[in-house]
C-alpha cells in the first residue's frame, strides 16, 4: 500500500494498544504514530479528536460503554472524565446499559412516519413485550428508535442487528421477530 | 448471448431481499453449469421496484423489477438459458449503441444523470470499473490545469452546494483558495441527517470514488493536504464501500503522496458520525470530528477562515463533491446548460412517503413539482388525493398540491416558504395530517436541538407542547397564534441553521392548511382522523350484531349482546383501529369529540 502521510505506515486511524480498531479503521498500530502523523497539531487537541472514535470503539466491542472502561480511558488519553460523558452523552449512539443479544431499530423517520411506524413500534411491543428504549427480560432483544435508517423509498422499516427490513406491516414484524427468535437469521 | 447479470445492491435493495436474490442466481448458474458473470452494483434509483436486476445481452440490457429470489428460477429458464425475456416482469430495456428503450413505468426517461450516472451500472467496489467508466479521467485532465482555471470552471457551471442552503460552490473554493494559510482541510459532509432523504447514501454506496475524485479535485484546487469524510454512523455499508474505494485509490497512486506524479499529495480520513442532527452544520461537525459535543458556534469567523483545529476548512456535501469531476471533464456550459436561472445542473430528490414510485431521481433544476411527483413518482401510492409534499426535512416546509406547478429552484422554493434543502421529498396524501406533521418534526428538533442558545432549547419545546395541545382536547384558537408567533421568534433569536429553521415545518403548514389547525380546536376533529385524542370509535346502525368487533378488540371496549347493535366503551378503548378492520359492515365510524351520534 502506498504510504499517505511521509512517515507512516499505513493511512489512516490508529489507537492505543488496549482497544479494537473501530469500523473506520484501516490497520492498528501505535499512538505515537499518529502523533507524528499529525506533527503539526499539539498534543492533547490530537488526543481529543481521538475521542469519539475510541468511544465508538469500545462500544462495538462491549455493546456499550462501561464506567470502568471510561474511566482507563480517561487516564489514558489525558482526557477529563467529566469531558468524556459530556461527549459520550450528547450522542444519541452511545449507551451506558449493556445490550440485548440483538439490537432493533425501529424507524420514525418522517417516510416511514407517514407510512405507520407507530403501528409497527406497537407491534414490536405485542411481540416482545418490550418497549422502544428497553431490553428485553433475558436480555435477547434492545430495541431503539432512530430517526431515518436511508431506506425511506421502503418505509416503514427496522433495522435488526446490521439488516435492514423494509415495506412493514404487523404481520411480517411478527415473521421477522419469530425468525429472530427461533435463531434462523443468526449469522446472516 | 448474455453477457452479464447486474443485481442492485445498495441498501435498499438488501432489505428488499436482494441478497437471497443474489444467492439464487449464482445457485442457478452453477447448477445449470453456466459461467455468466454476475456482478453487484448500485441503486438505480428505482428502489419501489428492488430487487432489482438487469441482464445484459450483447448492447441490449435488460431490467426485471421485483425479483425476488422465488422469481429467479424462471428468470434463468426463460431468458439466461433460452433466449426469451420474461416480458411481464421488465420493466427498462436500453441500449447502448442505439436510440431504443423501454420504460414501462415513465420513470427513468424524464431523468438526466450526472452525479447517478454509474449508479446501478459499476460495481462501487471495484476501482477498475470506475476507471472504464472515465474514473479519474477529471483528476488527470485537473492537475495540469492552474488551481484557478479549475475554480473558475467550477464558478462557471453554476454548482451550488447540495447541502441545504445553496451557497454558490465556485465561490466557497474561491474563498478558500484566497485564504493564505500553510495548512488547509477539506471535508466532504455525509451526515444526511434529514430524515426521509436518501441521496448521499446512494452516491456513497453505488459509486463512492466519484465523490473522492471530487475531493482530489478540491483539494487540489484550494491546496488542501488532507480531508475528512464524515458519515453517518446509520450506513455501515457507505462506510464500508468508502473505506475500501480509499484503499484502491491509494493503491493507484490517486491518493496519498505525489498523486500521479504531479507533486501534489492529499489523502483522505472517514470520520463516522455518532448520531446528531445538528452535526450537520458545518460548525458542529467540526467540533465533533475535533472530539467535542457537537455543538454549531456563531459564524464569522466561516470555517473558510477558522475551521477544523483552528485552520482553513472548506466543506461541501457528498453530492456537490460528486458534481466535481462531470463538470471537469465535460466543462462549465454543459453543466450550466441544464437548470434554470440561478439554479444550474441537476439535483438528485429522493421521493419517499406515500408516493407510489419511491427512490431517487435526477432531474434538472427547474423542473415543476407536479412533472416529478406524478409523471415519475406516479401520484400516491393508495390512489387518493396527494396533499402535500414536505420538501427539506425539519428545516424545510410543506408544499400544498395547488402550489406543484411551481418548479424546483432554489429561488421559488423558499417563495414558497419550503426549502430544496437536501432533496427530501416525502409526498403525504389526504390521510396524512399535518397538524401531525408539524407535530412530528417539532418532537424531532426538540430532541435534536443541541440547547446552546434559549430559543432553539426552550422555543422549539414550547412549540411542541401548543401543537399537542392543538392535537387534543384542551386546544384553542388562541394556541395557533401563539404558535405563530413563537415561530417567528424561534427564527429570528436562534444561533444556527437548526433553530433559524425549526419552525418552518409548523409555519408552513400554518400557512397553507389553517382549516386542518382550525378543525382541530373549534370543531375538535382530526379531518384526516390521525390524531387520536380527537378521535371517537363509534358503532353505527349498519351493526348487525356479529361480535366480530367485541372479539378482535383487545382491550374488550366492545359489547353488546348478539344480533343487536354493539357500543364501545370511549374510557376503555385505546383507538387502535382493530374494530374497523374486524367489521365487514363498515358499522365502525371514526367521529370528532363533537360528532355522531354518540351511544357511550
Ligand atoms: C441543522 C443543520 C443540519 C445540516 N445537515 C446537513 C447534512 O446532513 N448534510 C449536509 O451536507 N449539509 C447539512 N447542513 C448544511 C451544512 O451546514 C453546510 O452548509 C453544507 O454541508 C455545505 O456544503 P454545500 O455547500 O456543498 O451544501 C446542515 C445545516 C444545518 C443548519
Ligand atoms: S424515514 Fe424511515 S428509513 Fe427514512
Avoid at chain 1, 449493556?98 to 411481540?127: E, K, S
Avoid at chain 2, 482555471?149 to 445553496?166: K, P, Q, V
Avoid at chain 2, 395547488?402 to 429552484?409: G, M, Q, S
Avoid at chain 2, 397564534?481 to 429553521?501: F, I, N, W
Amino acid at each position: 500500500m502506498v504510504s499517505s502521510f511521509p512517515g507512516t505506515p499505513e493511512p489512516p486511524f490508529y489507537h492505543p494498544l488496549s482497544l479494537v480498531p473501530s469500523r473506520t479503521t484501516t490497520g492498528t498500530g501505535l499512538f505515537e504514530q499518529v502523533r507524528k502523523m499529525q506533527s503539526s497539531m499539539d498534543e492533547q487537541t490530537m488526543r481529543n479528536s481521538r475521542l469519539i472514535p475510541l468511544l465508538q470503539a469500545m462500544q462495538e466491542e462491549c455493546g456499550y460503554l462501561p464506567a470502568d472502561r471510561l474511566k482507563v480511558l480517561s487516564e489514558e488519553l489525558g482526557v477529563p472524565l467529566s469531558r468524556m460523558y459530556g461527549v459520550a452523552t450528547f450522542y444519541t449512539q452511545f449507551r451506558f446499559e449493556p445490550l440485548g443479544r440483538h439490537l432493533v431499530r425501529v424507524c420514525h423517520g418522517t417516510a416511514c412516519h407517514v407510512n405507520g411506524a407507530m403501528q409497527i413500534a406497537d407491534a414490536m411491543t405485542d411481540c416482545l413485550g418490550t418497549k422502544e428504549g428497553e431490553t428485553s427480560k433475558d436480555g435477547e432483544f434492545t430495541v431503539e428508535r432512530v430517526a431515518c435508517l436511508g431506506c425511506c423509498s421502503l418505509s416503514p422499516v427496522m433495522m435488526v442487528d446490521d439488516r435492514v427490513h423494509g415495506k412493514l406491516d404487523k404481520e411480517k414484524v411478527k415473521e421477522v421477530i419469530g425468525k429472530l427468535m427461533r435463531g434462523e437469521l443468526d449469522g446472516q | 448471448m448474455v453477457s452479464r447479470i447486474l443485481v442492485g445492491m445498495n441498501s435498499c435493495g438488501m432489505a428488499a431481499g436482494a441478497q437471497e436474490t443474489l444467492a439464487a442466481i449464482r445457485k442457478g448458474l452453477a447448477s445449470r453449469g453456466l459461467e455468466i458473470p454476475v456482478k453487484v452494483v448500485g441503486c438505480s434509483g428505482n428502489c419501489y421496484r428492488e430487487p432489482f436486476v438487469e441482464v445484459m445481452t450483447g448492447s441490449m440490457r435488460t431490467g426485471y423489477g421485483d425479483m425476488t429470489h422465488d422469481r429467479v428460477e424462471r428468470l434463468l429458464d426463460e431468458h439466461i438459458v433460452g433466449g426469451k425475456e420474461v416480458e411481464e416482469w421488465v420493466v427498462r430495456r436500453s441500449c447502448t449503441d442505439r436510440e431504443e428503450g423501454f420504460d414501462r413505468d415513465g420513470y427513468f426517461s424524464k431523468q438526466v444523470k450526472i452525479v447517478l450516472e454509474n449508479s446501478g451500472t459499476i460495481d462501487p467496489e471495484s476501482i477498475d470499473d470506475y476507471l472504464a467508466a472515465d474514473g479519474y479521467k477529471a483528476l488527470e485532465k485537473a492537475l495540469k490545469m492552474a488551481p484557478e482555471e479549475i475554480i473558475n470552471e467550477i464558478d462557471h457551471s453554476g454548482l451550488r452546494g447540495r447541502g441545504g442552503a445553496g451557497f454558490p460552490t465556485g465561490m466557497k473554493w474561491k474563498l478558500t483558495r484566497n485564504v493564505k494559510a500553510e495548512k488547509k482541510f477539506i471535508i466532504c459532509n455525509g451526515d444526511e441527517g434529514d430524515p426521509g432523504a436518501f441521496m448521499d447514501r446512494n452516491v456513497l454506496e453505488g459509486d463512492p470514488h466519484k465523490v473522492i475524485e471530487g475531493m482530489i479535485i478540491g483539494a487540489y484546487a484550494v491546496g488542501s493536504d488532507e480531508g475528512y469524510v464524515y458519515c453517518r454512523a446509520e450506513y455501515p455499508l457507505a462506510i464500508k464501500r468508502l473505506l475500501k474505494a480509499l484503499v484502491q485509490a491509494r493503491e493507484r497512486g490517486f491518493l496519498g503522496h505525489d498523486i500521479l506524479s504531479s507533486g501534489f499529495s492529499f489523502d483522505i480520513h472517514v470520520k463516522e458520525g455518532a448520531g446528531a442532527f445538528v452535526c450537520g452544520e458545518e460548525t458542529a461537525l467540526i467540533h465533533s470530528i475535533e472530539g467535542k459535543r457537537g455543538m454549531p458556534r456563531p459564524r464569522p469567523p466561516y470555517p473558510s477562515v477558522k475551521g477544523l483545529f483552528g485552520a482553513s476548512t472548506m466543506i461541501n456535501n457528498v453530492e456537490t463533491w460528486a458534481n466535481v469531476a462531470w463538470i471537469i471533464r465535460n466543462g462549465a456550459a454543459g453543466y450550466a446548460a441544464f437548470g434554470m436561472g440561478k439554479s444550474k445542473g441537476t439535483k438528485v430528490f429522493a421521493l419517499a412517503g406515500k408516493v407510489k414510485r419511491g427512490g431517487n431521481v435526477e432531474v434538472p433544476m427547474g423542473m415543476p413539482l407536479k412533472e416529478i411527483l406524478y409523471d415519475i413518482a406516479g401520484g400516491s401510492r393508495s390512489g387518493k388525493d396527494i396533499k402535500a409534499v414536505q420538501m427539506g426535512g425539519p428545516s424545510g416546509g410543506c408544499i400544498p398540491s395547488r402550489l406543484f406547478d411551481t418548479p424546483v429552484t432554489y429561488e421559488h422554493m423558499t417563495q414558497t416558504g419550503a426549502i430544496v434543502g437536501s432533496g427530501g421529498m416525502v409526498v403525504m396524501d389526504t390521510d396524512t395530517c399535518m397538524v401531525d406533521v408539524a407535530k412530528f418534526f417539532q418532537d424531532f428538533t426538540v430532541k435534536e436541538s443541541c440547547g446552546k442558545c434559549t430559543f432553539c432549547r426552550l422555543g422549539t419545546k414550547r412549540m411542541l407542547e401548543l401543537l399537542i395541545r392543538i392535537s387534543g382536547p384542551d386546544g384553542t384558537e388562541a394556541d395557533i397564534d401563539a404558535l405563530a408567533a413563537l415561530g417567528d421568534e424561534v427564527k429570528a433569536g436562534s444561533l444556527c441553521g437548526l433553530g433559524q429553521t425549526a419552525p418552518n415545518p409548523a409555519l408552513t403548514t400554518l400557512r397553507y392548511f389553517k382549516d386542518e389547525y382550525l378543525a382541530h380546536v373549534r370543531e375538535k376533529r382530526c379531518p384526516s382522523n390521525v390524531c387520536k385524542p380527537l378521535m371517537r370509535y363509534v358503532i353505527t346502525d349498519r351493526c348487525i350484531g356479529c361480535t366480530a368487533c367485541a372479539r378482535a378488540c383487545p382491550v374488550k371496549a366492545i359489547s353488546g349482546t348478539v344480533k343487536q347493535r354493539h357500543s364501545i366503551d370511549q374510557t376503555i378503548c385505546i383507538k387502535c383501529g382493530s374494530c374497523i378492520g374486524a367489521c365487514r359492515f363498515g358499522a365502525v365510524d371514526i367521529t370528532g369529540l363533537n360528532g355522531g351520534d354518540v351511544d357511550a
